[in-house]
């Protein structure tokens, strides 16, 4: 049930409001209602709730605004409506007690709330506080804390396993509090409080009438997911990690390159169209994944570009990567030109909080609309000595190791708590292979010699990509033997971490790894021409040899890895035991807030999840069907899709397009 939190409304204004409503607090503190006009609405056949806070109201002004509201509904008692008074459990016991009183005569229910404004209380004592609200009179104890991460609002919603449901509220304010809003009524609380439109929320955090009842309307859930098995066999899709950085290099390269191992996805067609706009021409060829890829080089590039004064937009689609890889090398395009930097959905709601910082170091002005995009960078980049966190991840570090290297000077890069080393590596490797040279210190110091250039690659694969085989890998743990091609072993990639997570839990594996070395036959491997249709001869294995469950728990770092959260949360639910995954700290910024989007959406579909500190915790169990929202993360999507190998009852999910931003054709994978 909805229960509409009124505001700033007239009395006719409240009257439409309570009319088309199951349930509406009046907020008598926050409108300017006459006690005549009080009494009325109480008087109306409508369920209400009457709120007046002592933090805005003197204590006489408040209690005489509630007597108005009891005594204008009278003792009659129906049972289609309902009435309620909500007072402060802090309140001073003679101002409770008779409110309470009063209420009682003229069939009020009592709401007892308590709200934490800074901060959440530690469980037990939440449940002291719910406790003395019950003592104290309440029929229904409101506790409300202010999330300042995911685990306060885990922490909060904890109390649903310590008291009745329907005689609870208890949720976080803030936004990383929103989500308790909406898991609290699936934990059975009696209703949820919401705006009637954005600019009438009474608290921070408050989601409006609209967007719950989007959420909670089945009709909403149009994917029904029904799969039985993958199919035996599976070619992992090309990394996009490793295109999109192969792309901006080869677009950078002066000549012609060609790319091997590509698959089209929305991130790596954003990165094309990148280096379109540097003016490089590319070509598509399917067979073998074949990127033609013909450049002027980055000088020529930067000569172009400076005979032209008018604003210029580079759109990074949705890729978090491909836009802190943009918006360094636009600082050799901008000098003369405002470059605009923006992107799409999810991504105009990533932060790119203390980038402006870093990156006035060496001479760009990044102006952000709030720390979000889009966002405008001018100046011209410079060689220079920077220092920066790496507690955030390593895209933006990336970026600076692509475009520094083509200043007139050396720079060096000191890190601060590197985290993400694979996605460096990554980076590192693919920019040797184009001709540049980086000195790397143990991941805290980068010495970056000035003047190089980016060399054309006559032959260059992409690897197979670890990210989506890690999915695949889990689904065939949890449900039929399957083996997954076309992926290099011993890369650079963070996700193949998977393999160690799989023998820890005690999957039945054999890792098949790829040939060493090329022998070339002119431009492309003698490998391509013996085996003419076999496009993963480059490349080795993986297979799934037996799935015998229940598998074993286990725990592991994945800090340096966060993409791998989602498929080690399916693995972990189909364990025996509680596992416990490191680095949640890595998964606030993503397509959609991991942390919180895991738990929601598993705890729905009866996980039991916990996050401590930086551990989220899952203890394995059987998953039952129901419908579960993706907040357009491709992870989200595939990961749930995973899941529902061992779902029984049919599982629905709000959105399966989103999985084109990494992987297009996953849902192929499947046999019904």
């Keep these: ?342 992107g799409e959905n999810t991504l105009l709601k990533r932060e790119y909080k203390g980038v402006d910082e870093v990156l006035e170091k060496i001479g760009l002005h990044f102006i952000t609309n709030g720390n979000y995009l889009p966002a405008k960078v001018t100046g011209e980049i410079k060689s220079g000595n920077i220092t920066l966190s790496g507690k955030g991840g390593s895209q933006l570090v990336s970026g600076l190791l692509m475009a520094l290297p083509l200043c007139r000077e050396s720079s060096r890069i000191e890190l601060e708590h590197p985290t993400s080393k694979p996605y460096i590596d990554l980076t590192l490797r693919t920019l040797k292979d184009f001709n540049l040279r980086i000195n790397n210190t143990n991941y805290t110091q980068f010495q970056i010699p000035g003047r190089q250039r980016y060399r054309k690659k006559i032959f260059y694969q992409i690897q197979g990509d670890w990210s989506s085989a890690a999915l695949l890998l889990v689904g065939g743990a949890i449900s039929n033997p399957v083996i997954v091609k076309n992926l290099s072993i011993n890369t650079s990639q963070a996700d193949e971490k998977i393999l160690e997570v799989l023998n820890l839990a005690e999957v039945e594996t054999e890792v098949i790894e790829g040939p060493k070395y090329l022998i070339m036959c002119g431009d492309v491997p003698c490998a391509f021409k013996d085996n003419p249709d076999d496009e993963t001869c480059c490349s080795g294995s993986v297979e799934i040899k037996s799935t015998k469950t229940p598998l074993k728990a286990f725990e592991v770092d994945a800090t340096d890895s966060p993409d791998l959260f989602p498929p080690l949360v399916v693995l972990a639910l189909n364990c025996e035991g509680e596992s416990r995954i490191k680095g949640v700290g890595r998964l606030y910024n993503k397509e959609s807030n991991r942390a919180e989007t895991l738990y929601s959406e598993f705890t729905k579909l009866g996980a039991e999840i916990d996050i401590k500190d930086d551990y989220m915790i899952i203890k394995g169990g059987k998953l039952r069907g129901g419908y579960c929202n993706t907040y357009g993360d491709h992870r989200i999507a595939m990961a749930l899709i995973i899941a529902g190998l061992s779902i029984k009852e049919p599982l629905y999910i709000d959105n399966t397009e989103c999985i084109s931003k990494s992987y297009p054709d996953f849902i192929n994978n499947f046999e019904i």
């Design 1 to 342: 049930m909805i229960c509409l939190s009124l505001q700033k409304l007239d009395y006719a204004g409240l009257i439409r409001a309570v009319s088309n409503s199951e349930i509406s607090e009046i907020r008598l503190d926050l409108t300017q209602l006459k006690n005549e006009e009080i009494a009325g609405l109480f008087a109306t056949k409508h369920s209400l709730i009457a709120t007046c806070r002592l933090e805005n109201l003197p204590q006489e002004e408040c209690y005489e605004k509630l007597m108005c509201a009891i005594e204008g509904n009278g003792p009659e008692e129906c049972a289609a409506y309902k009435k309620y008074i909500d007072i402060e459990l802090e309140s001073p016991d003679y101002y409770r007690d008779r409110l309470i009183a009063a209420a009682r005569v003229n069939n009020f229910g009592i709401i007892l709330s308590h709200h934490d404004f800074n901060d959440s209380d530690s469980l037990d004592e939440l449940i002291d506080i719910a406790q003395s609200a019950y003592e104290k009179g309440a029929d229904i104890a409101k506790i409300v804390t202010t999330a300042i991460v995911t685990e306060d609002g885990i922490r909060t919603l904890k109390l649903y396993k310590h008291f009745p449901p329907e005689k609870l509220l208890a949720f976080s304010m803030g936004k990383a509090g929103r989500f308790t809003r909406l898991l609290s009524s699936f934990f059975g609380a009696p209703f949820i409080y919401a705006a009637l439109e954005a600019s009438l929320a009474t608290a921070d955090g408050q989601l409006t009438a609209e967007e719950i009842e989007k959420v909670q309307n089945p009709a909403n859930y149009k994917n029904r997911i029904n799969f039985n098995n993958l199919t035996p066999s599976i070619k992992a899709p090309g990394s996009k990690s490793h295109a999109q950085r192969a792309i901006i290099a080869a677009g950078l390269s002066k000549g012609e390159s060609n790319l091997y191992g590509y698959t089209s996805c929305n991130d790596t067609e954003a990165a094309i169209e990148l280096v379109k706009r540097f003016g490089v021409e590319v070509k598509y060829n399917p067979k073998r994944g074949h990127l033609f890829i013909k450049s002027i080089g980055a000088d020529a590039i930067k000569n172009e570009f400076v005979k032209e004064s008018t604003p210029l937009e580079f759109n990074a689609g949705e890729s978090g990567l491909l836009s802190k890889l943009t918006i360094p090398i636009a600082g050799h395009l901008s000098s003369s030109r405002e470059i605009t930097i923006t």
